[in-house]
């Protein structure tokens, strides 16, 4: 059962464009964490949003939590070449003995110079 | 430098033949886990460790063990690899299992890729 689900799976756009990639689930998470993974690399954490309606920024990027915290968003201004990788959400849920993750497929960004 | 390590990177075996991958962290983190990566299928949790002698399956165990004999070390085993289980395999690790914020933060080794013949 995918738990998340992320759109769109690909995006390719040009140098300077905005984008929003989605994240969206039916179960409340604790937390919500982005990952970057660029080729031949292992994930490597961006963000991590715990309060329903957070937003958080990180340069050109902007993270935020929905107010029912089961849905995220991840949007880019103004992408850059380097920004090019796959962008994993993943959900955090507590309680009972498994504080396990639940990582969605991912969204691949291509960013062409 | 605070890492993961993963050994070998790349592997290619033949079916039937016993294979350890090796994960080691240096943070003293508790909580440490298996995934396997497949296009279209994405990340997805084979084994994870909430703290030494303690392990438990995760979605996708089968053709799988695992040991936790020291905080720092869980390596992965397959006892009998079969060609359904050429995979990217990551390992990872956390600070902990409570809710606290950055207790399930999770560090990423930098892959194993393997491919069975």
């Known amino acids: 059962t995918q738990l998340l689900e992320q759109s769109p799976q690909f995006l390719s756009i040009q140098e300077g464009e905005n984008l929003t990639v989605y994240c969206n689930s039916s179960?409340?998470?604790?937390?919500l964490q982005w990952y970057r993974q660029e080729p031949g690399e292992g994930p490597v954490l961006l963000v991590t949003?715990?309060?329903?309606?957070e937003v958080k920024k990180l340069k050109r990027l902007t993270f935020q939590f929905g107010d029912a915290r089961k849905d995220s968003s991840l949007h880019i201004t103004a992408a850059q070449p380097g920004d090019t990788g796959l962008y994993l959400c993943?959900?955090?849920?507590?309680?009972?003995?498994?504080?396990?993750?639940?990582f969605g497929k991912g969204t691949l960004l291509t960013v062409n110079p | 430098e605070a890492q993961v390590t993963q050994n070998p990177r790349y592997l290619i075996t033949v079916t039937g033949k016993k294979l350890t991958v090796t994960c080691s962290q240096n943070?003293?983190?508790?909580?440490m886990s298996w995934y396997r990566q497949d296009p279209g299928l994405g990340l997805r949790q084979i084994y994870y460790s909430m703290n030494v002698e303690v392990t438990d399956k995760g979605d996708v165990p089968e053709g799988y063990k695992v040991s936790r004999k020291e905080k720092r070390n869980f390596p992965l085993i397959l006892e009998s690899p079969s060609p359904n289980q050429t995979s990217l395999y990551f390992c990872?690790?956390?600070?902990?299992?409570?809710?606290?914020?950055?207790?399930?933060?999770?560090?990423f080794g930098q892959g194993t890729r393997l491919t069975v013949v």
């Open positions: 990872a690790s956390s600070l902990g299992v409570g809710p606290g914020i950055g207790n399930t933060e999770a560090f």
């Open positions: 993943a959900g955090a849920r507590s309680g009972g003995s498994n504080y396990k993750l639940t």
């Open positions: 179960s409340v998470f604790s937390s």
């Open positions: 943070m003293n983190h508790e909580y």
């Open positions: 949003v715990v309060t329903g309606g």
